[in-house]
């Protein structure tokens, strides 16, 4: 969430720059698709990551795929890369709704009379809105919006989608940003250098498992390889009391935090990696509330 | 018939509003006096000048036409076993503050009870649309207010008027709303719980009779109710031009005191209030500057904040100092703080969990007050 002009675009285009180079295996699946979507223009093979950003006024058909003889839809375009929804509640709800279902699976079927076709639809969803329909709220003097429009413009997105966001943040505007001389940032190559190098550390874990992520833990394999201390453990139980967190987002918070250790070379999950995903835990829509 | 039920016939006599009542007890006394007078002494007195220009033939015709007994019975009746009580000025229940203003409503329906004789109240109101400031301040000094036993007193409208309701009930203190629709009719309707919750310690009160609706008219008039009853009118945030500003307007001219929140120069939604404190409204930063008005033996608690002795690390205590009312984004604070990210937000997590900061937007911060 972040007001207009805080860069919300820029940010996420950026993304794919940050995220491991694309294997040959992976270019090869990318490519399959955009040929069947007709796409490939000249090249011979799809070598980045992809990056789409449809419209807010897109249709469901052209966001998941259809048609006659089915196309495959933006999210199978952004399969292995990112799929962009900027303005998220400006979206028709049904249309973002159907995220849900490829989200969980990494697919999508599409059922047609006589058979049904399934595309791969791996993409990580990134998403931005404004935090009021005028988007400058909490800064009531660009923001007129009523308390209860403000409430009912986050209510367009279901919880359920909320919830299936692991990493949520509000952005401050430009100019706050510019003042900001802080330490020396971190370059996309550098960046990019860490989360490869997390990406291994996941891949070695999990050798013995069926799976390759974090994200992919069970709340069984959770006990398994997200062992907490003490510490940590009673860190995150008051949180889970006091913040009223569901069993659902008390996961997710674990998954995140293994990350976060990941990425910070830390075989242990400390208080520090716990209190960060918990500063990214996706809103709920009491948020606005009292 | 009741003697009730005469006064409950007069407060709704279509078109016969607050003047032309009062012009009629002048003459008559009582309500059961007026039910029982004739067509040809009215037309006799208005001939003698003696409604001045209050009156018309069809405001008499009203009087002497609109007197079905059972109608009039019927009606009283379903008010009272709807829990609906009824007061007007004929009965000393009518509170006394009240009674002497401009304009005093000649009956009030009552759901819970009124303010005693010896009941503080403190009117809260402010803007729709307020900021987090705003919304912050108003139930904490709401909060703080009802505490010591005063009773908030505001509008149930959206923003400052919910929070300061919202406020009182929090520390199981005593609020009141004055409606500008019928009795009956929560308005806004999404306040729904704060209207039925009130009624257990205070009260909802309006002069107008259950199924009345809400028009925009009826509101400016409620504001003389809510600063009526008030012992001071505090203004939480205004612009320049509010409508806030209207029962600061009858406060005035009622003899209240005004209280008004200060808040920076540059915020539009302060500027009604700093105008005020500008042409000497009192500035209130604390609980403190209207409980000392109120309360003559207050005595400022030493333990204002409610946190006790609280230690904190170094790195906390930076965190925490620069955290106030007003919500600040987590960015700004680690820009002021000079702490990383990553090390804030640990600083962050454990002052929340301690109950001294919160977020009231994801990621923006304020001082648990
Ligand atoms: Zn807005």
């Not at chain 1, 299936?164 to 401050?172: G, N, S, T, Y």
């Not at chain 1, 860190?235 to 569901?246: R, Y």
């Not at chain 2, 702490?339 to 009231?360: A, F």
Request: glycine letters at 6%; a neutral charge; charged letters at 25%.
């Amino acid at each position: 969430m972040a007001p207009p002009g805080s860069g919300k675009t820029m940010l996420a285009k950026r993304i794919p720059s940050i995220m491991p180079d694309l294997s040959f295996e992976e270019s090869m699946e990318i490519s399959k698709i955009y040929s069947i979507a007709g796409l490939m223009d000249q090249q011979a093979l799809i070598s980045i990551r992809p990056f789409r950003s449809p419209h807010h006024t897109i249709t469901t058909t052209a966001l998941i795929g259809g048609g006659g003889i089915p196309k495959p839809g933006e999210i199978s375009l952004a399969h292995l890369g990112v799929l962009f929804l900027d303005e998220l509640p400006e979206f028709q709800k049904n249309t973002i709704e159907v995220l849900r279902q490829p989200l969980e699976d990494k697919s999508v079927t599409i059922a047609r009379l006589n058979a049904s076709y399934k595309y791969p639809a791996g993409f990580m969803l990134v998403s931005a809105m404004n935090p009021c329909s005028c988007g400058y709220y909490p800064d009531r003097n660009r923001c007129n919006c009523s308390v209860n429009h403000i409430k009912r413009y986050l209510g367009r997105i279901s919880q359920p989608l909320l919830d299936r966001f692991d990493i949520c943040i509000e952005a401050l505007q430009m100019n706050y940003k510019d003042l900001q001389v802080q330490e020396k940032q971190e370059s996309s190559e550098e960046i990019r250098h860490r989360v490869a190098q997390a990406r291994r550390i996941q891949l070695e874990r999990y050798q013995d498992q069926n799976i390759y992520f974090n994200s992919q833990l069970s709340p069984r394999t959770i006990k398994k390889y997200c062992k907490l201390d003490e510490k940590e453990q009673s860190l995150l139980e008051e949180a889970f009391n006091k913040m009223n967190l569901s069993a659902r987002a008390y996961h997710r918070i674990i998954k995140v935090a293994r990350t976060i250790a990941d990425l910070d070379q830390s075989e242990r999950i400390t208080t520090k990696h716990i209190s960060e995903a918990i500063c990214y835990r996706s809103i709920d829509q009491k948020y606005w509330g009292e | 018939m009741d003697q009730m039920e005469y006064r409950y016939w007069l407060a709704n006599l279509p078109n016969i509003g607050v003047k032309k009542i009062e012009r009629l007890l002048d003459i008559y006394g009582n309500s059961e006096n007026i039910f029982r007078s004739t067509n040809e002494e009215l037309y006799a007195l208005k001939k003698e000048g003696a409604f001045a220009e209050h009156m018309s033939e069809k405001d008499l015709e009203t009087i002497t036409q609109q007197r079905d007994i059972d109608m009039i019975h019927r009606n009283y009746t379903k008010l009272i076993n709807n829990g609906i009580y009824f007061v007007s000025r004929e009965e000393d229940d009518y509170p006394e503050k009240l009674r002497n203003i401009f304009g005093a409503p000649y009956a009030l329906y009552v759901k819970g009870r009124l303010p005693r004789k010896q009941d503080k109240l403190i009117a809260i109101v402010g803007a729709r649309e307020c900021s987090p400031y705003g919304k912050e301040m108003a139930k904490y000094l709401a909060g703080a207010i009802a505490k010591e036993g005063i009773m908030v007193i505001s509008g149930l409208a959206r923003g400052i008027d919910s929070y300061a309701h919202q406020g009182a009930l929090t520390v199981g203190g005593g609020t009141y709303a004055i409606m500008g629709c019928g009795i009956d009719n929560c308005y806004p309707r999404e306040n729904i719980n704060l209207y039925m919750e009130m009624q257990k310690e205070g009260g909802i009160i309006s002069e107008y009779a259950p199924g009345i609706q809400p028009l925009a008219g009826n509101f400016p008039m409620r504001n003389r109710i809510i600063s009526g009853l008030s012992d001071g009118i505090l203004i939480i945030e205004a612009k320049e031009k509010s409508g806030s500003l209207i029962t600061v307007d009858y406060g005035l001219e009622q003899g209240k005191e005004i209280y008004a929140l200060p808040g920076r120069a540059t915020d539009h939604l302060s500027e009604g209030c700093n105008n005020l404190i500008k042409m000497g409204a009192k500035m209130v930063t604390s609980p403190k500057d209207i409980l000392e008005d109120l309360l003559p033996q207050y005595v400022e608690n030493a333990d204002q904040s409610g946190h006790g002795n609280i230690v904190l690390s170094a790195k906390q205590y930076k965190v925490y100092s620069c955290v106030n009312a007003d919500p600040k984004h987590i960015e700004e604070i680690s820009l002021l703080t000079q702490l990383p990210m990553e090390q804030l937000m640990e600083q962050l997590l454990e002052l929340e969990l301690r109950g001294l900061i919160r977020q009231t937007l994801k990621n923006f911060y304020c001082k648990e007050l």
